[in-house]
C-alpha cells in the first residue's frame, strides 16, 4: 500500500516557478513510476510527466517539455515537479500518482489529494 500527499501549490504570476512534492509511505514506493496528471475546471485529467522507478527514465508532455522538470529522491520517498515559465494554461489541480510506466492516468493504482495551482495573467 502507498499513500501519496502533494504540497507546493499555490498563486502564482504567469513567468514564475513553482516546486510541487509527491511524499509517499510505504515500503514499495521506490519499485514504482510516479506521474503527474492535472486537471482544470470542466476538463478532463491529462498527463504532465512521469518518472521511472531509479528516475533514469523520464517523459514530459509536450505542452510542459522544457519548462518543467521531474526527478525523485528514494531515499526520501519523495518526488519532485519542478515548474518554470508558468503559464495561464496551467492552471489546474495537480496529482500524483504510483504505478506502472503510463502515460495514462487509468494505469496507476494509487492517487494523491492534489495540489490548487493557480496561474495569473
Known amino acids: 500500500q502507498v499513500q501519496l500527499v502533494e504540497s507546493g501549490g499555490g498563486l502564482v504570476q504567469a513567468g514564475g516557478s513553482l516546486r510541487l512534492s509527491c511524499a509517499a509511505s510505504?515500503?514499495?514506493?521506490?519499485?514504482?513510476?510516479v506521474g503527474w496528471f492535472r486537471q482544470a475546471p470542466g476538463k478532463e485529467r491529462e498527463f504532465v510527466t512521469t518518472?521511472?522507478?531509479?528516475?533514469?527514465?523520464?517523459y514530459y508532455a509536450d505542452s510542459v517539455k522544457d519548462r518543467f522538470t521531474i526527478w525523485r529522491d528514494n531515499a526520501k520517498n519523495t518526488v519532485f515537479l519542478q515548474m518554470n515559465s508558468l503559464k495561464p494554461e496551467d492552471t489546474a489541480v495537480y496529482y500524483c500518482?504510483?504505478?506502472?510506466?503510463?502515460?495514462?492516468?487509468?494505469?496507476?493504482?494509487?492517487w494523491g489529494q492534489g495540489t490548487q495551482v493557480t496561474v495569473s495573467s
Open positions: 518518472i521511472n522507478w531509479s528516475g533514469g527514465s523520464t
Open positions: 510505504g515500503r514499495t514506493f521506490g519499485s514504482y513510476a
Open positions: 500518482a504510483a504505478g506502472p510506466w503510463s502515460t495514462s492516468a487509468t494505469s496507476y493504482r494509487y
